[in-house]
C-alpha cells in the first residue's frame, strides 16, 4: 500500500503570512496532484506534477515534486482568508489509480 | 464540456435499510469512474473503480456495491447500512493527460448519516 502522510494536519494563519504543507511517502509515485476541497464539496484540481524536481506557480501558490518523486511541498505566499480549505495531495499508484493522503486543514484568519 | 452530477446531495438513513447513491457523467465517454469514501481526518479512500460498462473493481471489502449499468452512470448501492458506512461520498472520472498522469473530476458529493 502506497501512503502519503500530509504535514500539518491542521494549520490556522493570519491573512498575509506564508506557509507551507508537505505531502510524504516512502513510495515512488508516476505522478502527484494537490487538489482543494472546501466543506460540502468534491475536491477541486490545483495542479499536476509528473517529473521529479518539477516546480510549477499558480499565481500565489508554488509546487515542488520531490527529485525522487517520493514527497511534495505547496507554498503560499501571503495567504488570503479565501485559501481556506482543505488540501489534500494524491499520487497515482501502479495502476494510475489516485491515492490520496488525509490533508491539510487551512484556516487563514483576516 | 464534461461536467458530473450526483444525488443525493444530502440523506439520513436508519440502520439496515438499503441505499443507491447515483452518478452521471456528461460530456465524455467510456470514462474511467470512481466512488471514493471521505472520512473525518482520513482523506479520501478509494472504494470502487470502473474502466467499462459492468466492469466494476472493488478496493476495499465492506457491505457495500457497485454497479456500471450505463457508460456513464455509476451506482452506489448497499443492502442494510451499518452505522459504519456514515459518510461523505464522492463520485469521480478520470481523464488522461498527455503525461499520462490521470486527472479525477469530483461530484459535489452525497453526506450520508446512518443512524
Known amino acids: 500500500t502506497q501512503l502519503l502522510e500530509q504535514s500539518p494536519q491542521f494549520l490556522s494563519i493570519q491573512e498575509g503570512e506564508n506557509l507551507t504543507v508537505y505531502c510524504n511517502s516512502s513510495?515512488?509515485?508516476?505522478?502527484l496532484q494537490w487538489y482543494r476541497q472546501e466543506p460540502g464539496e468534491g475536491p477541486v484540481l490545483l495542479v499536476t506534477v509528473v517529473t521529479g524536481g518539477e516546480v510549477k506557480k499558480l499565481k500565489r501558490l508554488t509546487f515542488q515534486f520531490g527529485d525522487a518523486r517520493k514527497d511534495s511541498s505547496l507554498h503560499i505566499t501571503a495567504a488570503q482568508t479565501g485559501d481556506t480549505g482543505l488540501y489534500l495531495c494524491?499520487?497515482?499508484?501502479?495502476?494510475?489509480?489516485?491515492?490520496f493522503g488525509a490533508g491539510t486543514r487551512l484556516t487563514v484568519k483576516p | 464540456s464534461q461536467t458530473i452530477h450526483q444525488w443525493p446531495a444530502t440523506l439520513v438513513q436508519p440502520v439496515g435499510s438499503p441505499l443507491s447513491l447515483e452518478c452521471t457523467v456528461e460530456g465524455t465517454s467510456n470514462p474511467n469512474l470512481y466512488w471514493y469514501r471521505q472520512a473525518a481526518g482520513r482523506g479520501l479512500q478509494l472504494l470502487f473503480y470502473?474502466?467499462?460498462?459492468?466492469?466494476i473493481s472493488s478496493e476495499v471489502p465492506q457491505n457495500l456495491s457497485a454497479s456500471r449499468p450505463q457508460d456513464r452512470q455509476f451506482i452506489l448501492s448497499s443492502k442494510k447500512l451499518l452505522l459504519s458506512d456514515s459518510g461523505f461520498y464522492l463520485c469521480?472520472?478520470?481523464?488522461?493527460?498527455?503525461?499520462?498522469?490521470?486527472?479525477?473530476?469530483f461530484g459535489a458529493g452525497s453526506r450520508l448519516t446512518v443512524l
Open positions: 469521480a472520472w478520470s481523464d488522461e493527460l498527455s503525461s499520462g498522469a490521470n486527472v479525477l473530476t
Open positions: 470502473s474502466v467499462g460498462i459492468g466492469q
Open positions: 494524491a499520487g497515482a499508484d501502479n495502476n494510475n489509480d489516485m491515492r
Open positions: 513510495s515512488v509515485f508516476s505522478s
